[in-house]
T-cell receptor, first 111, second 110 residues
Framework: DTGVSQDPRHKITKRGQNVTFRCDPI?????LYWYRQTLGQGPEFLTY????????KSRLLSDRFSAERPKGSFSTLEIQRTEQGDSAMYLC?????????FGSGTRLTVV | AQRVTQPEKLLSVFKGAPVELKCNYS??????LFWYVQYSRQRLQLLLR??SRESIKGFTADLNKGETSFHLKKPFAQEEDSAMYYC????????????FGSGTRLQVQP
């Protein structure tokens, strides 16, 4: 499968714990995006990378969130001290020419 | 600020009926508009991109800058069209991130 891969597919965590998600984009895509989707809403932009540089972060991305793309390939999104409001689907997408390919997402449930 | 509005949460039609999913946007520059579809238990997939002017699975969408709309249309709905449809906008700025509407669920009844 040469699409966008996300791991894990599901994560249940206790409030206050840290979680980390991984995204493997399509290899030749230089842009990588993270979105968050809650029930009944469309995806909301969180942050994006061009190669290894994080070029923009949404105001939705609080200080508890951090994202990296160390070698311009895969990316990780970490949430520290999780809260119940962080429960959502976290989507990754990659792009080369403005055509976006999405992963299946990681569904986070904070209990 | 850019915004995408999909006024209908649910659209239910019978098989063979015409379909129109509404999308309105606000953006001060020249946007790029997309329609994405999500079938049950599948990932978001690109359906249409206005600059390509293609017809995919019988769906078409025309960008109307005067009305700031990008409605999705299909003349004859099929049961396999049942899915969640999202309209999205890219501002064409450096980051080119997408702004999505809240989505419309299309149900095509037999």
């Amino acid at each position: 499968d040469t699409g966008v891969s996300q791991d894990p597919r599901h994560k249940i965590t206790k409030r206050g714990q840290n979680v980390t998600f991984r995204c493997d984009p399509i290899s030749e895509h230089n842009r990588l995006y993270w979105y968050r989707q809650t029930l009944g809403q469309g995806p909301e932009f969180l942050t994006y990378f061009q190669n290894e540089a994080q070029l923009e972060k949404s105001r939705l991305l609080s200080d508890r969130f951090s994202a990296e793309r160390p070698k311009g390939s895969f990316s990780t999104l970490e949430i520290q001290r999780t809260e119940q409001g962080d429960s959502a689907m976290y989507l990754c997408a990659s792009s080369l020419d403005g055509g976006y390919t999405f992963g299946s997402g990681t569904r986070l449930t904070v209990v | 600020a850019q915004r995408v509005t999909q006024p209908e949460k649910l659209l239910s039609v019978f098989k063979g009926a015409p379909v129109e999913l509404k999308c309105n946007y606000s953006y001060s520059g020249s946007p790029e508009l997309f329609w994405y579809v999500q079938y049950s238990r599948q990932r978001l997939q690109l359906l249409l991109r206005h600059i390509s002017r293609e017809s995919i699975k019988g769906f078409t969408a025309d960008l109307n800058k005067g009305e700031t709309s990008f409605h999705l249309k299909k003349p004859f709905a099929q049961e396999e069209d049942s899915a969640m449809y999202y309209c999205a906008l890219s501002g064409g700025t450096g980051r080119r991130a997408l702004t999505f509407g809240s989505g419309t669920r299309l149900q095509v009844q037999p």
